[in-house]
């Protein structure tokens, strides 16, 4: 977390990040510029992606924090978050939040109150990010979610999402 991020790139087979793992990017309070981009976080795999135990990937700008959050680009053949594990990108400062991109090719599947979402916090001042999902299935499950949201009057971002087969919710 710094004044202008590099992102980060991650490129397996199959990625487990597992028990309050993290991947993050963004500005922590009181840094950034306008016009900054806190970097992305690009994710590769080949197989499979699961994040478990409440792991999350994000990018994000912290409270009295200045520049946009990066956008989470996800890759895979298949997606699986798992007990409170989240994907998102939020600002609580100045400056616009990111998108989250899923591309997978068979199945996601959000179990136990895990969640997607790009959101603009109460003290934000920005625009919301989108949320884009494609796959083959999608299944929430237990409480998971998928959304955007603004605590503030902006424009909150979209949820786009192009399922090919099926979709269960429950």
Known sequence: LSDGGGSIWVNARNL????????????????????????????NATDNITLSGGSVI???????????????NIEAGSL?????SQLFSSTAGVGDSGNVNVDVRDNIVFDSASLILTS????????????????????????????SSTAVEVD???????????????
Request: no cysteine.
């Open 16 to 43: 487990d990040i597992s028990e309050v793992g993290v991947l993050r990017v963004g500005f922590a309070e009181g840094l950034g510029a306008v016009g900054a981009v806190g970097g992305d976080i690009n994710v």
């Open 80 to 84: 699986n978050l798992q007990n409170g």
């Open 58 to 72: 994000a990018s994000f700008v912290n409270e009295n924090g200045t520049g946009n959050a990066g956008n989470i």
């Open 156 to 170: 909150e971002g979209s949820v786009d999402d192009t399922v090919r087969d099926n979709l269960e919710l429950y």
């Open 120 to 147: 603009v916090g109460e003290s934000g001042v920005g625009q919301g990010g989108d949320v884009t999902l494609n796959a083959d299935s999608l299944n929430l499950q237990n409480g998971s979610q998928i959304f």
